[in-house]
Antibody, heavy 122, light 108 residues
């Protein structure tokens, strides 16, 4: 059964870089044709898409975050990662990783991690 | 930018039908996905590509999409359906996923 698990620091200081990893079990990132995604949700607010990455490293990002986001994939560890630079309090959110329901781009997110809360504070 | 407008809240009695709308100009030309999110939990996909249900989602959940409005319909509402619901599309012009503003469904 497919399982996604986010990990990383729960507290990041303003102006620093947020780094999270999503570990995938039950599926092989390199053996699939899915675009794996990151989505976040500020406390008490709605969902905000961050970006998606393919096993080859091909990415596409939310234009509003593009200048600060970098995603990468480590197929040997079956993980993909998110880095968000120059964070502010507005980046405080629960961060989810997810896999779409069908391969290819632009598809609905079906399997989600449990989410991890990242607070930006000094 | 593309904005998907949902009613902030919908209230429905048990056993009745809840309809949640998601509005934007010509949304009928896009594929709409719907998520259910209960407090403290990750979202759950309940409808994708306007009308399809993932495995394990009850037939009580259905979707439609035409013109300027997409609709998620929950028939025979149960207490367990109480949650926030979000619509989502891929906006080709701005090259990004857009989520709706969210609707809180309250079961009376």
């Amino acid at each position: 059964q497919l399982h996604l698990q986010e990990s990383g620091p729960g507290l990041v200081r303003p102006s620093e870089t947020l780094s999270l990893t999503c570990t995938v079990s039950g599926d092989s990132i390199s053996g699939s044709t899915y675009y794996w995604g990151w989505i976040r949700q500020p406390p008490g607010k709605g969902l905000d898409w961050i970006g998606n990455i393919y096993y080859s490293g091909s990415t596409y990002y939310n234009p509003s975050l593009k200048s600060r986001v970098t995603m990468s994939v480590d197929t040997s560890k079956n993980q993909f990662s998110l880095r968000l630079s120059s964070v502010t309090a507005a980046d405080t959110a629960v961060y989810y990783c997810a896999r779409p329901i069908t391969p290819g781009r632009h598809n609905a997110f079906h399997v989600w991690g449990q989410g991890t809360l990242v607070a930006v504070s000094s | 930018s593309y904005v998907l407008t949902q009613p902030p809240s919908v209230s429905v009695a048990p056993g009745k039908t809840a309809r949640i709308t998601c509005g934007e100009n010509n949304i009928g030309t896009k594929s709409v996905h719907w998520y259910q999110q209960k407090p403290g939990q990750a979202p759950v996909l309940v409808i994708y590509y306007d009308t399809d249900r993932p495995s394990g989602i009850p037939e009580r959940f259905s979707g439609s999409n035409s013109g300027d409005t997409a609709t998620l319909t929950i028939s025979r509402v149960e207490a367990g359906d109480e949650a926030d619901y979000y619509c989502q599309v891929w906006d080709r012009s701005s090259e990004h996923y857009v989520f709706g503003t969210g609707t809180k469904v309250t079961v009376l």
